[in-house]
């Protein structure tokens, strides 16, 4: 079993996200429609991207910021999931009877 997220860390507003258990950065290019009335195929462009990064956690603490910037670095020291100015823009924390409590942070791009 490899074990490549072990070490991995989160950094939101100057604060080390804790008991993490997973992250996922999604960058996503919607697309734009630029076909002519001329053309016979439709062409299309990569638009502007979505960016997010969201957190799986371990317990119910959440950051306590609610804008700042983030950092992702993973445990082969790249950086990718950077944002200069990011927000928490979904929560979802459950727990069981007997058992441990989870949650799900999700951060976007803010202007």
Known sequence: MSKEFNGSTLLFAGVTVGSL????????YPKADVTG???TDATEVPGIPTT?????IVGGTLPT????????TWKDTTT????STA?????NLKGTMNGEMTGT???????
């Open 37 to 39: 009335s001329s053309d």
């Open 52 to 56: 997010e990064v969201s957190c799986d």
């Open 105 to 111: 942070i999700k951060f976007c791009k803010m202007p």
């Open 80 to 83: 990718s999931g950077t944002l």
């Open 21 to 28: 258990r997973g992250i996922t950065f999604d960058k996503t």
């Open 87 to 91: 927000g928490i823009c979904g929560v």
């Open 65 to 72: 910021a609610t804008m700042g910037s983030l950092g992702v």
